[in-house]
């Protein structure tokens, strides 16, 4: 850009150099739109050139030194005028002076942390991008480029199956259990309800998945929740000592891991949300946070190992007219009020 449009001025360009062979992951953009952008995990080095192309050749370009930035930030929409950056890395590529001809500038920051998964929510957005800037006495030339970095967690060491009851006294008592209480995302969740006491009338139950952002601090706080999927489990009346099998697969739907107190900014956290229907509509409901984690690619099991493996362990008998829906989403507990 040049000033009212008189002057030398030039295009940047960004490249890294691991352009053609580095994973690309698919990101929500704040519009809703999913895009491609590169993968990067924590501790891997972002290198490459940036291409200044002057748009007159012959003319020179007066600036004020070129750079480029690595930048994590988190932007709270209701705070947009303030960008919270938690990584900050900065390369000097040419001190003032003036270009006479299109010139490209090598750049590399080894090992970087990158403590966060990206992340695009209802009320706020964590990015990684490069920025390359050619400073001028008017006006600044810059381009950025985004990336996507995921976190990757081994295997939890205490992963407890989870058990709880729910009951209205002299009315309902029911029994439920989960197989374990941190899943992958990936993982299939596997469980079983145990109906013990049946007075009410229940016509319908079903499995939501909740995924609940907050945002801000003290008296500044904001909840949204968003349901992920609803899973119905059962359709009509059960009778005491009935079990319905449950089995939920993970695959396939958009989730992030779990993220609590993002740098105090902010946290994601999912929920399973049992709930009941009796036939005056009236619901019942039990509620429990789940804990969610990125496995790698390595040594990953198919899902229909995983299924049967946790078959084995958590179904017992069952009845054959009332079928499971399958689902996607982690458990860590239910609740229920």
């Known amino acids: 850009m040049s000033f009212f449009g008189f002057g030398q001025s030039a295009d940047i360009d960004v490249v890294l150099n691991d352009a053609?062979?580095?994973?690309?992951?698919?990101?929500?953009?704040?519009?809703?739109?999913?895009?491609?952008?590169?993968?990067?995990?924590?501790?891997?080095?972002?290198?490459?050139?940036?291409?200044?192309?002057?748009k007159y050749p012959g003319k020179r370009l007066e600036h004020n030194g070129v750079k480029i930035e690595f930048i994590g930030q988190i932007e709270l929409y209701y705070d947009?005028?303030?960008?919270?950056?938690?990584?900050?890395?900065?390369?000097?590529?040419?001190?003032?002076?003036?270009?006479?001809q299109s010139q490209t500038f090598d750049f590399e920051f080894t090992h970087v942390e990158k403590p966060y998964e990206s992340y695009t929510g209802q009320n706020v957005k964590l990015r990684y991008f490069l920025r390359a800037t050619v400073s001028r006495r008017l006006n600044d030339i810059s381009k950025e480029l985004d990336i996507v970095v995921h976190t990757l967690s081994s295997y939890p060491e205490l992963n407890s199956s989870i058990k709880m009851e729910v009951g209205i006294e002299d009315c309902l008592h029911i029994e439920f259990?989960?197989?374990?209480?941190?899943?992958?995302?990936?993982?299939?969740?596997?469980g079983k309800i145990y109906f013990l006491l049946v007075r009410i009338k229940?016509?319908?139950?079903?499995?939501?998945?909740?995924?609940?952002?907050?945002?801000?601090?003290?008296?500044?706080?904001?909840?949204?929740?968003?349901?992920?999927?609803?899973y119905e489990i059962m359709d009509g009346a059960p009778v005491r000592g009935e079990s319905i099998p449950i089995r939920l697969f993970l695959a396939g739907y958009e989730m992030?891991?779990?993220?609590?107190?993002?740098?105090?900014?902010?946290?994601?956290?999912?929920?399973?949300?049992?709930?009941?229907?009796?036939e005056e509509e009236r619901r019942y409901f039990k509620q429990q946070e789940i804990t969610l984690w990125r496995k790698g690619d390595i040594v990953r099991k198919s899902m229909s190992?995983?299924?049967?493996?946790?078959s084995q362990r958590f179904e017992g008998s069952s009845n054959p007219e009332k079928t499971p829906t399958q689902s996607n989403e982690e458990d860590d507990n239910c609740s229920c009020k």
Request: no cysteine; net charge positive; proline share 2%.
């Open 202 to 230: 229940i016509k319908h139950m079903e499995i939501d998945i909740i995924k609940r952002e907050t945002t801000g601090t003290g008296p500044n706080v904001y909840h949204e929740n968003d349901t992920i999927a609803k």
């Open 80 to 100: 947009r005028g303030n960008h919270h950056e938690f990584v900050s890395l900065v390369k000097d590529l040419a001190r003032p002076g003036e270009l006479t």
């Open 20 to 54: 053609e062979t580095r994973k690309k992951a698919e990101h929500k953009s704040e519009d809703g739109r999913k895009d491609k952008y590169f993968l990067f995990y924590d501790g891997e080095t972002v290198s490459g050139k940036v291409n200044v192309t002057l």
């Open 256 to 278: 992030t891991p779990t993220m609590r107190d993002i740098n105090k900014k902010f946290s994601v956290r999912y929920y399973l949300n049992l709930v009941l229907i009796d």
């Open 177 to 190: 259990e989960y197989n374990k209480s941190k899943y992958h995302l990936k993982d299939v969740i596997v």
């Open 305 to 310: 190992h995983q299924a049967i493996i946790a």
